[in-house]
């Protein structure tokens, strides 16, 4: 019950904040709104976000204001709208937002540019490789998650020749967020699944995961993922200084660090329209990019 109620009063505090900030004019220079795909549980995402957005309103003498959204799709469809100005997003929801409304990368973490996925397995269920996953309970991310799903199904297909929506113990599950396919098959409601291998080993570090329970099967190769991007029609300007915030980021200061290592990353770097290319191909090759 506790858990539905506060379900519900996500939904209706992000209803409201987008009814709020609607009035807000697009180009308005004295507040950024900042959103981001939800990859993972509320409270990860609020502790993840808090001093990021405390060095923007730094940085950029304006106020910032992060916008929750309740999916990968709503993310896109705000920064598509003008109803937020950058969003942190995926390598895929960045392709859907590019192509429905030119939206533009902007920077990248040093790990984005070689990103990986994991397959894990739940140790009961006796899988040892990808090859036998065939006829097993299998549960992805976000079905926009670049690497919960777009390249673990890709490379499914490509390097085992196994057809995610035919070869499993019937239809995948989207477990919605990374964390969440840990628990699914943990708990062994499904035998095996794929994530983001980032969260992958927060977990496993901060003992969040049973170890006797949940084995990882296989280590995808790297692909490019996670990215800053902004909406089409903000100013160059207002662009640069935003990029220029996360760029002068310096490992050896020890605010700038707690915002990097909270982001999981050693530095940012520029991101730039060809980084996304192979991802337009493979999500058109998957037929989940129409």
Do not use: C
Not at 168 to 195: C, N, R, W
Not at 261 to 274: H, I, T, Y
């Amino acid at each position: 019950m506790r858990h539905t109620l506060s379900r519900l009063l996500t939904l209706a505090a992000t209803a409201f904040t987008f009814a709020t900030l609607a009035a807000t004019p697009a180009h308005a220079e004295d507040l950024i709104r900042v959103s981001g795909i939800p990859d993972e549980n509320p409270t990860e995402l609020s502790r993840k976000y808090q001093p990021m957005v405390e060095m923007l309103q730094k940085q950029l003498g304006v106020k910032v204001v992060y916008v929750p959204v309740i999916d990968y799709g709503a993310a896109v469809s705000a920064l598509a709208a003008g109803k937020v100005d950058f969003a942190w997003l995926g390598g895929f929801t960045h392709v859907q937002a590019k192509v429905l409304a030119g939206a533009k990368p902007v920077v990248m973490r040093d790990i984005d540019r070689e990103f990986q996925s994991v397959f894990i397995a739940n140790t009961a269920a006796g899988i040892a490789k990808p090859e036998e996953l065939r006829g097993k309970s299998f549960a992805f991310g976000s079905k926009s998650s670049t690497s919960g799903h777009l390249f673990p199904r890709h490379f499914l297909s490509t390097q085992f020749h196994i057809d995610a929506d035919k070869d499993f113990a019937g239809a995948p599950i989207y477990s919605g967020a990374h964390d969440a396919t840990v628990k699914m098959v943990e708990s062994g409601k499904v035998q095996a699944g794929a994530l983001n291998i980032e969260v992958w080993n927060r977990l496993l570090n901060g003992d969040k995961v049973d170890k006797a329970k949940v084995k990882v099967i296989w280590t995808t190769p790297p692909f490019v993922d996670y990215v800053w991007t902004a909406r089409k029609d903000l100013p160059p300007a207002t662009v640069q200084k935003f990029a220029n915030a996360f760029l002068s980021l310096d490992a050896t200061k020890p605010e700038d660090k707690a915002v990097l290592d909270l982001q999981g990353a050693k530095k940012f770097v520029v991101a730039k329209p060809e980084d996304f290319l192979v991802i337009e191909q493979v999500g058109r090759s998957t037929g989940l990019l129409k």
